[in-house]
């Protein structure tokens, strides 16, 4: 079993839709959870942390988190063009093991 | 702030020449790491540091050494290079430990022919 598993995608959404991107993950004790934002050819930028259960929004951004199953989703509200990319989903345990999914591809058709 | 910046951006090498890869932070950053990722892949951890003078291996360490003299700089060398080392390399850093926040560079493009 992979350590971070994310569905490779594409998930295709039509503009003004919510996308839902999901992540599990198989460390129970993982503390930190984060999604990145990586455009082809770039390096991944952060979009969102989440610590706790429960959810975090950030604008357009909700991350939900829920560590009894394991597993953090990233709802994107309003999809734009603009969010056509690949989020990385990365889990935290210890002090530097940081493990990144292997992302999913999102498409944001106009 | 420059952030975080990595030289060279793209190389193309022989089987077994060796390279350094330059990565270099301006934001006091305590931690440092150095990832690579291959096509369709997540990224992968190479070695990090923890500050200067300390550093402890990832991943997928065989094939490269590092060093941290300072806490700007963290070099990736590569000493032997192998097709199978064909791939883009991240650095990143972050202020504290591994839960916070990683700001990575630009990468570097690197294909071993």
């Known amino acids: 079993q992979k350590e971070v598993e994310q569905n490779s995608g594409p998930l295709s959404v039509p503009e003004g839709a919510i996308a839902s991107l999901n992540c599990t993950y198989s460390d129970r004790v993982s503390q930190s959870f984060f999604w990145y934002r990586q455009y082809s050819g770039k390096s991944p930028e952060l979009i969102m942390s989440i610590y706790s259960n429960g959810d975090k929004e950030d604008g357009r951004f909700t991350a939900q988190l829920n560590k009894a199953s394991q597993y953090v989703s990233l709802l994107i509200r309003d999809s734009q063009p603009s969010d056509s990319a690949t989020y990385l989903c990365?889990?935290?345990?210890?002090?530097?093991?940081?493990?990144f999914g292997t992302g999913t591809r999102l498409k944001v058709l106009a | 702030n420059a952030g975080v910046t990595q030289t060279p951006k793209f190389r193309i090498l022989k089987i077994g020449q060796s390279m350094t890869l330059q990565c270099t932070q301006d934001m006091n950053h305590n931690y440092m790491y150095w990832y690579r990722q291959d096509p369709g892949m997540g990224l992968k951890l190479i070695y990090y540091?923890?500050?200067?003078?300390?550093?402890d291996k990832g991943e997928v360490p065989n094939g490269y050494n590092v060093s941290r003299s300072t806490t700007e700089d963290f070099p990736l060398r590569l000493e032997l290079a192998a097709p199978s080392q064909t791939s883009v390399y991240f650095c990143a850093s972050s202020f504290g430990q591994a839960q916070e926040t990683q700001y990575f560079g630009p990468g570097t493009r690197l294909l071993v022919l």
């Open positions: 990365a889990v935290v345990s210890g002090t530097y093991k940081y493990i």
């Open positions: 540091s923890v500050g200067a003078g300390i550093t």
